[in-house]
């Protein structure tokens, strides 16, 4: 009689375990999306989550999946194939590379659509309760890079005080937290501000050695003046109010919401404004994007609509949601000539 | 040295011990007091909601409803004319600048809980009614007292017109604070005000309860099978040396191999509850073999060999006798390894958790959050409100830690039998 009912008792394990098999097959094969994913850079996430919040309380459309991966992770993402299985948009906080494109490219990701979202000033903030600050981008550069040029001669980066690049700057240790190499907002802090303050004298010393000038200015220094603070810019917000002589810089939205703790210095002279980031007489602007894969139109319900949402002049105009967050709305030939490629879905060249 | 001073100074040893001791555990508890103690006053706001006592007034036109209007009508109609002329009703604003950041004083979601008043009670058309509507984010905080009010204009969120605003309702008594019923049962939001664990608690249900069902009955069988019928010979004893090991590879590891395995290569759905199942599933099997293998040596060998003396098979005397013997230490040890799994966040930022998901998921293949990642999304928003929310969050996730390890406790004391 034991017998039967252990026999039994195997039955029903067995039987278990076919349902598992069962449940995940069925997740594998009949997996297809009603929802649209979105990927991509932490700068962008903030705004692409408002619309999609808003798109989602529309009621037609699920409200999409937005994923904060950081504009590299997101490229790689996104490029990996076409099918349910892939995200459909990717959020950068830089245009796409070659590189990228390359990649998408080889993966069958051919048709792509370039959405300007709007600009962001990178802010270099500190503490309120320290005096306000004005560097050129030289003195930024100075401060940060690995190497710089002292007396026509590449050396170490000697400064340990502001005071030691020009003795107008405050007289008070060198302390910058940095955003780690992956995030979007760091290349575009290498381009904007180290690739453009590096001296002449520093560029032709390495291009003299026949290395790339414009890959040896941007490495920055590693001998704790400059901080790697990771992708959360929150946290550099918290540093940066408990230490009043620390700096950091991170995406305007970031100012906009701390303005009580915080406040931007001026770079060249001007401090990030809406109207300077616009007309980008602020120096360190730049523009954000998403791109969308054009062959999950059609396929994935509501993308088409979902890009009529954000470039409608409800979410990016001046007087719109995205703007009251900290997005600096796009200047009108650029923001007609966004809303046409959304509207259009006109693919940008691959080669 | 004398005995007597030899004496002594063992005894002041003694003493330093037991001084070192004490301060140690002191230490520990300070420090355990502090995190609790920075938890709960920033996270207990979070229970509470501010809003505002307003009167809405149901105009028919506004709502171009006609007499008898059929139910379906009603739920289409467009709440949003009410909403702005009630609102601006509250206070006297001067023009369009004043009147939107009046408007901006409430939730986004002002219009849909004047909908959800209105198809709760029976012809509301042509009525006027105080709602208590949800405050946004910015007057929530500053009611909370977490947003400072003595900076100038410039380096505020609100502005001087807004602040005469509240003033004024603080003094009229419209503004007071409520339970906050969006924060247990609504999914994430980009508004502080309105965003919510509901998702994320499914989410880490679903988890869970998947890791549960996978790790639960390999682990059980795999360690009856290890230490009761296996040979003890080199390969069982590689076996379970990688046992433990792989109990000790952190969990990040675990998710790597989840991205790799699960969604490049079957292609499983990224950010959901069945993949960060399985997952957890993967990294909790060798902490629960390991509790299951040291209860059941210690059921005494006499409860083996007692069965085996009546005529009992093998099998009969493992399975009628010593997993049941075995079983509260069995339940306890899973019951740990899963809250373990409950609080893990890192292999699950790999498999795509990391996401912004509005909707409560509906089954396991939907995209959801859980209770870690959540945390982890809003300790990065730049908003205000969500400090408040993050630390919420970890006193609900700490609950359900504490709850669960309760109940290992508990099983083990209840039901473990001592053998003296």
Known sequence: MNESKQGENMNRLLKLMLGFLIVFSFATNSYSRDQIKIVGSSTVYPYATVVAEKFGKGGKFKTPVIESTGTGGGMKLFCAGVGANHPDITNASRAIKPKEKTLCEKNGVTDIIEIVVGNDGISFAHSVNSPDADFTKEQLWRALAAKVDVDGKLVENPYKKWSDIDSSLPNKKIEILVAPPTSGTRDAWNSLVMAKGCTKTAKSIYEADGKKAKKECVKIREDGYAVEAGENDTLIVQKLTSNPDAYGFFGYSYLVANKDKIKASAVNGVKPSLQGIQDYSYPIARPLFFYVKKAHVGVIPGIEEFLKEFTSKKAMSNRGYLAQIGLVPLASDKYQSTRTAALELITINLN | ?420
């Not at chain 2, 604070?177 to 880490?204: H, M």
């Not at chain 2, 396991?364 to 982890?376: A, H, K, N, R």
């Open chain 2, 1 to 420: 040295m004398t005995k007597e001073e030899r004496l002594k100074k063992r005894h002041s040893a003694e003493k330093r011990f037991r001084f070192y001791g004490l301060a140690s555990i002191f230490v520990a508890l300070l420090f355990v007091l502090i995190l609790v103690q920075n938890i709960f006053s920033k996270g207990s706001s979070a229970f509470k909601k501010t809003v505002i006592k307003t009167e809405v007034f149901y105009n028919q036109e506004l709502l171009e409803l006609k007499n008898g209007a059929s139910e379906k009508d009603i739920i289409n109609a467009d709440f949003y004319e009410v909403m702005i002329e009630s609102l601006i009703k509250s206070f006297p604003a001067k023009n369009i600048d004043e009147e939107n950041e009046l408007i901006r004083l409430f939730s986004a979601d002002a219009e849909y809980e004047i909908k959800k008043a209105f198809l709760n009670n029976n012809n509301l058309i042509g009525e006027k009614i105080i709602l208590d509507l949800t405050a946004s984010d910015d007057i929530d905080q500053l009611h909370k007292g977490n947003y400072p009010r003595d900076l100038p204009e410039d380096r505020r969120r609100i502005s001087n017109f807004q602040l005469a605003i509240y003033d004024n309702f603080v003094e009229n008594d419209k503004i007071s604070k409520n339970f906050n019923n969006y924060y247990f049962t609504k999914g994430d939001s980009r508004d502080p005000e309105l965003a919510g664990i509901g998702g994320a608690i499914v989410g880490s249900i679903y988890s869970i309860l998947i890791c549960l069902l996978l790790a639960f009955p390999v682990a059980v069988l795999a360690s009856i099978y290890l230490e009761e019928f296996a040979p003890k010979n080199k390969i069982t004893d590689f076996i379970e040396i990688n046992i433990n090991n792989l109990a000790a590879v952190p969990s990040i590891v675990y998710g790597l191999l989840a991205l790799q395995i699960l969604l490049a290569t079957i292609q499983l759905p990224r950010s959901t509850p069945l993949v960060a199942g399985i997952t957890l599933a993967l990294m909790t099997l060798p902490r629960i073999i390991i509790p299951c293998r040291a209860s059941l040596k210690a059921v005494p060998p006499s409860i083996r060999e007692g069965a085996l003396a009546v005529g009992a098979s093998k099998f009969q005397s493992v399975f009628h006798h010593v997993v049941p013997l075995a079983m509260p230490g069995t339940l306890s040890g899973t019951i740990i390894g899963l809250a373990q799994a409950l609080g893990e966040t890192a292999p699950l930022i790999l498999i795509g958790m990391v996401a912004f998901v509005v909707d409560i998921p509906s089954s396991p293949i939907d995209p959801s959050s859980s209770l870690p990642v959540q945390v982890y999304l809003w300790s990065e928003s730049a908003e205000r409100g969500f400090v408040e929310k993050t630390s919420a969050t970890i006193m609900i996730l700490l609950t359900f830690l504490m709850m669960m390890n309760f109940l290992a406790v508990y099983l083990r004391q209840k039901f473990e039998k001592r053998w003296n």
